[in-house]
């Protein structure tokens, strides 16, 4: 079984940068998707960056701001978040397949291991 425990979330202001952190216990094959989706209040989960071994996605609405990195050894995903605003506010989940794929998921139905959360608010 594997588990995710997300940190980094906070209170910042509009402009400011934020990185998140998700540490997995348990086996994760390199290759397997990782993400980070949030949700805001009122609304569904949403996808925001997911990782392979060598490729990345991002929603449109942060590309050009958030990177999203892995760093094997240590099973750990990260999400750089620079210029937030005030719509990234929200509950950032880390998710992690169980079955590597070729191409980063975007879909939450193809995620299998979630973490607990870590909010992000961001005011302007």
């Known amino acids: 079984q594997v588990q995710l425990v997300e940190s980094g979330g906070g209170l910042v202001q509009a402009g400011d940068s934020l990185r998140l952190s998700c540490a997995a216990s348990?086996?994760?094959?390199?290759?397997?998707?990782m993400a980070w989706f949030r949700e805001a209040p009122g609304k569904d989960r949403e996808f925001v960056a997911a990782?392979?071994?060598?490729?990345?996605q991002y929603a449109d609405s942060v590309k050009g701001r958030f990177t999203i990195s892995r760093d094997n050894a240590k099973n750990t995903v990260y999400l750089q978040m620079n210029t937030l605003k005030p719509e990234d506010t929200g509950v950032y989940y880390c998710?992690?397949?169980?079955?590597?794929?070729?191409?980063?998921?975007?879909?939450?139905?193809?995620?299998?291991?979630w973490g607990q959360g870590t909010q992000v608010t961001v005011s302007s």
């Open positions: 998710a992690v397949e169980r079955i590597p794929r070729p191409v980063p998921s975007t879909s939450t139905h193809r995620y299998d291991y």
């Open positions: 990782i392979t071994r060598t490729n990345t």
């Open positions: 348990g086996h994760i094959y390199g290759s397997s998707s």
